[in-house]
T-cell receptor
Framework: GDSVTQMEGPVTLSEEAFLTINCTYT??????LFWYVQYPGEGLQLLLK?????DKGSNKGFEATYRKETTSFHLEKGSVQVSDSAVYFC?????????????FGKGTKLSVKP | DVKVTQSSRYLVKRTGEKVFLECVQD?????MFWYRQDPGLGLRLIYF???????EKGDIPEGYSVSREKKERFSLILESASTNQTSMYLC????FGVGQPQHFGDGTRLSIL
């Protein structure tokens, strides 16, 4: 069945370091892909999305490219800040059932130290 | 901006009580969802609804029910609360269709004593 696998955390980086959080997926058809961010004590916020192969989603300095050949959607940021400390979720939009369901990865906690 | 409002940020209830969690969205979304979030388990879908009075079971519906009498409101009901239902509960909504992002509320942290 459809699934999402993202790297386990926690990930600890120093400010201004480069960030990569890996996400790979298994899906039938042509899914949409999302990254969500959850700051402490809050719900999930949509960070970026991509709906077809080779699309690049970007927002707030974060980027991810939909790679169909490697079934991946890795999240990257060139220079992280302390304020980026949060949990990041990769998600897959699936066909079938109720249109609009998402399958979420387990989340990766990022801590950025000054 | 889309607004998904959950009625309580924190809630403490006792074992055996009937508990209602309310969620309201203001974007005329067809779909609404209830998740619970637990450390190490990520998000797990409890129930979802794609139309008024319609509901579908998610991955972990046992011990829960839902109600959707109006398009903007989706309620989660714990029929007889138990300590293993202590968790963070997240409501979300979206337009109908693949590729539509879900928009989340801030969550309700529920403790069952």
């Amino acid at each position: 069945g459809d699934s999402v696998t993202q790297m386990e955390g926690p990930v600890t980086l120093s400010e201004e370091a480069f960030l990569t959080i890996n996400c790979t997926y298994t899906a039938t058809g042509y899914p949409s892909l999302f990254w969500y961010v959850q700051y402490p004590g809050e719900g999930l916020q949509l960070l970026l999305k991509a709906t077809k192969a080779d699309d690049k989603g970007s927002n707030k300095g974060f980027e991810a490219t939909y790679r169909k050949e490697t079934t991946s959607f890795h999240l990257e940021k060139g220079s992280v800040q302390v304020s980026d400390s949060a949990v990041y979720f990769c998600a897959l939009g699936v066909y079938g059932g109720s249109q609009g369901n998402l399958i979420f990865g387990k989340g990766t906690k990022l801590s950025v130290k000054p | 901006d889309v607004k998904v409002t959950q009625s309580s940020r924190y809630l403490v209830k006792r074992t055996g009580e009937k508990v209602f969690l309310e969620c309201v969205q203001d974007m005329d979304h067809e779909n609404m969802f209830w998740y619970r979030q637990d450390p190490g388990l990520g998000l797990r879908l409890i129930y979802f609804s794609y139309d008024v009075k319609m509901k579908e079971k998610g991955d972990i519906p046992e011990g829960y029910s839902v109600s959707r009498e109006k398009k903007e409101r989706f309620s989660l009901i714990l029929e007889s609360a138990s300590t293993n239902q202590t968790s963070m509960y997240l409501c979300a909504s979206s337009f109908f269709g693949v590729g539509q992002p879900q928009h989340f509320g801030d969550g309700t942290r529920l403790s069952i004593l």
